[in-house]
């Protein structure tokens, strides 16, 4: 056999055996000394190299030092193999039946859940939901709603004003005006949505909160549905128990207006700080859309008739869940926010 022939025979031998090599730390080892160890068979031939002609010596010198290269290299590839595979931990279930990991998850906050089951409300009866913009300009959120400059009805809510046309809006009710001035009635949304207003904070407001808008456009509608729909409202949020009562009121933007008033739900409607002594909790304005305000948006107000209405979404968590203080409610304070 030439020397050449020797080299490969021992390439053909390496191969045979990595075919069939169990991948452990001995038998890996087993392998190296075969081959690669003091008295292994590259060593062996390697020690045989001045028995070739030195004529030839160079090239099977290069010959034999190549395998042992090759040889090395896949040694070195297998043992890495074999040391990440044991170095990954391998999960053992010791018991089938202990409870899984714990993750700490999130709750969803208070003013969420409430504002997620009133959409849920008025989606089963056909409203659709509509956004619309915090940071507006004066005739969305006053001028258009039949509220103009110098008008004393200007003091219902007090306006943080970014200059002297934007403000913060102070009710969803600007978003009345984009929904008409942008569609053609029929229409009938709700506007769920942060409002600002200027007030000293306490414990019954807040200078930014949560109202859900309503609007509905079509020929002849009447306050009665305006009423039906709300007294539905109120049953599906609060269930039948609880009274509600509708008091006449004012908006520049409606006419009729009234308000809904709840029981107050901290002391039975027997009277406490938190109602006033009244014994009701006003949660939302409503009523007819006022005629000026179709005329804003270019409806003509002989055939078009709606009704609207604002509630107060932090109001009806707080009735709902019997929370005291608005405050609660943007603290973050996550011993009370893991209640919900
Ligand atoms: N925008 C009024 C408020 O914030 C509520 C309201 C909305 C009243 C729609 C009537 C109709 O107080």
């Known amino acids: 056999m030439s020397y050449q022939d020797k080299v490969d025979k021992i390439r053909q031998d390496f191969q045979a055996r990595i075919n069939s090599l169990k991948l452990t730390d001995s038998s890996l080892e087993e392998l190296r000394v075969e081959f690669l160890g003091r008295r292994g068979k590259i060593t062996h031939l390697i020690s045989k190299i001045n028995e070739v002609s030195s004529k030839d010596r160079p090239v099977f010198g290069q010959l034999i030092n190549q395998l042992k290269q090759e040889v090395n290299d896949k040694y070195l590839e297998l043992k890495t ?3 990440t595979l044991t170095g990954e931990e391998v999960p053992t279930i010791s018991d089938p039946y202990l409870p899984g990991d714990y993750f ?4 969803i906050h208070p003013v969420e859940q409430t504002t997620q089951e009133i959409k849920r409300i008025f989606a089963s009866i056909g409203f659709s939901i509509a956004y619309g913009p ?3 300009d004066d005739y969305h959120n006053f001028e258009a709603l039949n509220i103009p400059r110098h008008h004393p009805a200007r003091d219902m809510q007090d306006t943080y004003y970014i200059s002297d046309d934007i403000v913060l809006r102070t009710h969803t009710s600007n978003t ?5 001035e942008q569609q053609k009635p029929p ?3 709700i506007v769920p949505g942060r409002v600002y207003r200027n007030e000293a904070i306490s414990r019954k407001s ?3 909160f949560h109202q859900i808008e309503g609007l509905y456009v079509d020929r002849n509608v009447s306050f009665a549905e305006l009423k039906g729909v709300l007294e539905y409202f109120v049953t599906q949020f609060f269930g039948k128990e609880e009274k509600a009562r509708f008091r006449p009121s004012f908006f520049p933007f409606t006419e009729p207006s009234a308000e809904v008033d709840m029981s107050c739900l901290f002391c039975g409607g027997k009277g406490c700080s938190t109602c006033g002594n009244s014994g009701w909790l006003e949660i939302l304005g409503c009523g007819m859309v006022d005629p000026a305000v179709f005329e804003m948006v270019g409806y003509d107000p002989e055939v078009w008739t709606g009704y609207a209405f604002g509630m107060g979404v932090d109001r009806l968590t707080m009735l709902k869940y019997k929370i005291e ?3 609660l409610l943007y603290n973050g304070d996550i011993r009370f926010l893991r209640q919900f």
Do not use: A, K, T
Request: charge should be neutral; proline fraction near 4%.
């Open 325 to 327: 203080d608005i405050r």
């Open 187 to 189: 229409l009938r949304y």
């Open 134 to 136: 915090e940071i507006d």
């Open 176 to 180: 009345q005006v984009y929904l008409m």
């Open 104 to 107: 700490p998850v999130g709750s």
């Open 206 to 208: 807040y200078n930014l």
């Open 81 to 83: 193999r074999i040391s």
